[in-house]
């Protein structure tokens, strides 16, 4: 079946430490590919996206994604955390590659311990 | 350059009241999408639509839920006799017609009591 895992639940980083959160997709075609972060009681901000071209994107606030085609993955990684990255992490998948819906997966909570 | 504006953004309904949710979206954005957040999950796809057309209705429950972008105007999400189930966070964004850049908004959280 088609899908979006994002196979960690929860998360705990030391600040200061590095960070990498994985996603893999199950779609046939090479989608587009998103990260979106979301603070409690808030919407969601698009951290980076992922449409064609250089495999390794950079986007906002020092995140940074490599997508890999052979195991269909877009893990997001930053080097070394900060107390106000705690959020909630989803990974996101317009499996069309158009302005269709996109998929989110199930999300990965981010704590950082002090 | 205002963003995706959603109003209100708490709602709250006695069981059997309805809702309506607003969404505009941002300027020279023409798709719109609804999306519900339950407590502690991810967002799940409701409804894709552009002016006057609903073009992707597969995440919408059959009953009770219907959304609308008129051709003047901001989208509206309604749900009719609102149950507690209904209680949650949700979520509309939009999109160029050439696609690939959503924006989301604030979220409208419902609270059914």
């Known amino acids: 079946a088609q899908s979006v895992t994002q196979p960690d639940i929860h998360i705990t980083v030391s600040e200061g430490a590095s960070l990498e959160l994985r996603c893999n997709y199950s779609?046939?075609?090479?989608?587009?590919l998103f990260w979106y972060v979301q603070s409690p009681g808030q919407g969601l901000q698009l951290l980076l996206k992922?449409?064609?071209?250089?495999?390794l994107v950079q986007g906002i606030k020092g995140f940074e994604a490599e997508f890999k085609r052979s195991q269909s993955s877009f893990n997001l990684r930053k080097p070394s955390v900060h107390w106000s990255d705690a959020a909630e992490y989803f990974c996101?998948?317009?499996?069309?590659?158009?302005?269709?819906?996109?998929?989110f997966g199930s999300g990965t909570r981010l704590s950082i311990r002090p | 350059n205002a963003g995706v504006m959603q109003n209100p953004r708490h709602l709250v309904r006695r069981r059997g009241q309805e809702a309506r949710l607003r969404c505009s979206p941002m300027?020279?954005?023409?798709?719109v999408y609804w999306y519900r957040q339950l407590p502690e999950e991810g967002l799940k796809f409701m409804v894709y639509?552009?002016?006057?057309?609903?073009?992707?209705e597969s995440g919408m429950p059959k009953e009770r839920f219907s959304a609308e972008f008129p051709k003047e105007g901001p989208s509206i999400l309604r749900i009719q006799q609102v149950v507690r189930g209904d209680s949650a966070a949700y979520f509309c964004?939009?999109?160029?017609?050439?696609?690939?850049?959503?924006?989301f908004g604030s979220g409208t959280r419902l609270t059914v009591v």
């Open positions: 964004a939009s999109s160029p017609p050439s696609g690939g850049g959503y924006t």
């Open positions: 996101a998948v317009d499996p069309y590659s158009s302005a269709s819906k996109i998929i």
């Open positions: 300027k020279g954005h023409s798709h």
């Open positions: 779609y046939g075609a090479t989608p587009y």
């Open positions: 639509l552009q002016k006057e057309n609903i073009i992707d």
């Open positions: 992922y449409f064609s071209g250089d495999t």
